[in-house]
C-alpha cells in the first residue's frame, strides 16, 4: 500500500524545438501536508508500506535546448510521513519506507545549458517516521527520510550555472524502528534527515538517478526484493 501527498507539484519537459526557453516557478504552502500509512497483515509472502508527502515539487527537463530558470518555494507548514506495517510472518520481503520533502526542485539538462536561480525557505517543521513489528521474514528494510529543502541538479554536454539560496527556520528529523522475531537474510534499517541538501551531480546522470532514489520510498522496495 502508498500513501502519496504531494500539495503542489510542477512538472515541465523542454525538448529540442526552441533552442532556448525559460522557465519560472513561484510556490507557496501555507499550511501542512500530511501523509500516512497502516499495514496490518497475517500470514504473507511480501509486503511494503509506504508515506510519501511533499510541500512544493518543482521539476523541469531540457533536451536540446538552452534554459534560464528561476524557482521560489516557500513552505511555512509540516511536511509529515509516516508508514507503519504489522505482519505475522512474510515469508518473503518486508519493506516499510516513509519520505517528507518540504521544498523539492530538479532540474536536468542534455545537450543543451542551465541557468538557474533558486530560493527554498522551509519554515515549518519537517519529519518522516517507518515502523515495523513482525514475526519471521525472508528479509526486512525500513528506512525513513526528511528534508526541508532539496535541490538536485544535473548537465550532460552542456553548461549548468546556478544560484541557489536556501533557508530552514523548523525542526527536521527522520525515524526507524523495526522489529522482527527473526530474519533469514538481510536486515536494513536507516533514518535520514537533513535541513539544507544542494547537489551538483555528475554529467552522466548516476549520481542524479541515486539521489532521486534516495528520496523515493519504492526504491527501498526495490532493494529487499533483490
Known sequence: MRAALLTSIALLSLTSAALAQ??????YQAR??????????????????TAVSGGNVYAVESNGAVINADNAQQMDGAASADAAASVNTSWGNEAVAAAAVGNGYTGATTSGGMTLRSFQAGNG?????????????????VSASAGANVAALSADTGDLNAALEQESNGRVDAATRGSNAAVYGDSVADAIASALTAALVDPEGESLARCLAALDPQDSFRIAAE
Not at 519537517?126 to 526486512?140: C, E, Q, R, V, Y
Open 32 to 49: 501542512s501536508a500530511i501523509s500516512q500509512t497502516d499495514v496490518a497483515a497475517g500470514d504473507v509472502d511480501d509486503v511494503a508500506a
Open 125 to 141: 517543521d519537517t519529519h518522516a517516521g517507518a515502523t515495523l513489528d513482525s514475526g519471521p521474514a525472508a528479509n526486512a528494510a
Open 22 to 27: 525559460t522557465a519560472s516557478n513561484n510556490q
